[in-house]
C-alpha cells in the first residue's frame, strides 16, 4: 500500500458517480480524454468507464472516447501506443489515433520563420496540441474533456500551462501520485501500466522524476505531512511557488479578488 490508506473501491465507485453527474450537468453526452498509455490517464479512462457502465445499468448513456496522439517522440509510437491500445482493449473503450507529427512541424516551421524556438518550448507544444485536439473532437461529439494530472503533478506545477492542465473535470485532481498505481492494480489495469514510470513522453528518455529533480515519493510526503528532506524541500516548495499562476485563472484588470 505504500503508506496511502485509501479505499480504492469506494473511491472509484464515487469518482465514477461524480463524472456521471457531471456530464449530465452539462448536458454533455460523454467524456474525451488523451490516452497516453500512461499510468494517470488509464486511471481517469477506467473511472470514465466505470460511469459509462452505471449510466447503462439505469438505461442511460454515456460515452468514453480515448484518443491517442503520437507527437515526435519515438517512444510515442511505440511503448505509448501498446499499452493505450491494451488498457482501450481490456476495458473496452472507443480508442482512435490522431498523429500530430506533422502539424507540429507545420508550427514549428512557420514560428521559425519569426522566432527562435526553445527546446522548453518547442517540447510544450505537444500538450498544448492535444489539448487542441481533444477539444476539437470533444465540441464536434457533444462530449467533457477529462484531464488526467494528479494531486502531486498539480501542486508542484508540472503540467503545461493551456496544455494537459486543461480539461472540464478531472476525477483524479486529488490522487497522488504514489496512490495511482495501486489504484490501478485494484481496478485491474494491464501491470505494464501501472509499474511503468511516470513520463509526459515528450522526448526520447524522459522521465519526470529526472526533469523535476526530486522524486514522487518525496512530493508526496511533503505534500501530506510537510516533512521532507531539505534538498527536496527547497525544490518543491521552489516549484509550488514559481507555477502558482498556472492554478488560477488569468488576471483581470477590474475583477481581482471579486467575480466577473
Given at each position: 500500500m505504500n503508506g496511502y490508506t485509501m479505499d480504492y473501491a469506494e473511491e472509484a465507485r464515487k469518482r465514477a458517480e461524480w463524472i456521471r453527474e457531471t456530464v449530465a450537468e452539462a448536458g454533455a453526452k460523454g467524456v474525451i480524454f488523451g490516452n497516453s498509455g500512461g499510468k494517470d490517464s488509464a486511471l481517469v479512462a477506467i473511472l470514465c468507464k466505470m460511469a459509462a457502465q452505471a449510466a447503462a445499468r439505469d438505461g442511460g448513456r454515456l460515452d468514453v472516447l480515448g484518443v491517442m496522439?503520437?507527437?515526435g517522440s519515438k517512444v510515442n509510437y511505440g511503448t505509448d501506443?501498446?499499452?493505450?491500445?491494451?488498457?482501450?482493449?481490456?476495458?473496452?473503450?472507443e480508442n482512435i489515433t490522431v498523429d500530430l507529427t506533422p502539424?507540429?512541424?507545420?508550427?514549428?516551421r512557420g514560428i521559425a520563420?519569426?522566432?527562435?524556438?526553445?527546446?522548453?518550448?518547442?517540447a510544450n507544444i505537444h500538450p498544448r496540441l492535444r489539448m487542441t485536439t481533444l477539444y476539437a473532437i470533444a465540441q464536434s461529439r457533444g462530449l467533457l474533456v477529462a484531464g488526467t494530472g494528479n494531486r502531486s503533478e498539480i501542486y508542484t506545477g508540472y503540467f503545461t500551462k493551456w496544455g494537459d492542465g486543461g480539461c472540464d473535470l478531472n476525477p483524479i485532481a486529488?490522487?497522488?501520485?504514489?496512490?495511482?498505481?495501486?489504484?490501478l492494480r485494484h481496478l485491474g489495469a494491464p501491470a505494464a501500466i501501472a509499474d511503468k514510470?511516470?513520463?509526459a513522453g515528450l522526448f526520447e528518455g524522459q522521465t519526470d522524476e529526472a526533469d523535476m529533480g526530486v522524486s514522487y515519493a518525496a512530493i508526496d510526503r511533503f505534500i501530506?505531512?510537510?516533512?521532507?528532506?531539505?534538498?527536496?524541500?527547497?525544490?518543491?516548495?521552489?516549484?509550488?511557488?514559481?507555477t502558482a499562476h498556472k492554478r488560477r485563472m488569468p488576471k483581470q484588470y477590474g475583477y481581482e479578488g471579486g467575480n466577473a
Open positions: 496522439m503520437p507527437c501506443l501498446e499499452h493505450a491500445k491494451a488498457l482501450a482493449q481490456a476495458f473496452a473503450i502539424a507540429r512541424d507545420a508550427l514549428l520563420e519569426a522566432a527562435e524556438v526553445t527546446q522548453p518550448a518547442s486529488d490522487v497522488a501520485a504514489g496512490e495511482v498505481p495501486e489504484f514510470p511516470p513520463s501530506q505531512t510537510g516533512e521532507a528532506d531539505a534538498a527536496d524541500a527547497a525544490i518543491i516548495s521552489r516549484m509550488h511557488r514559481q
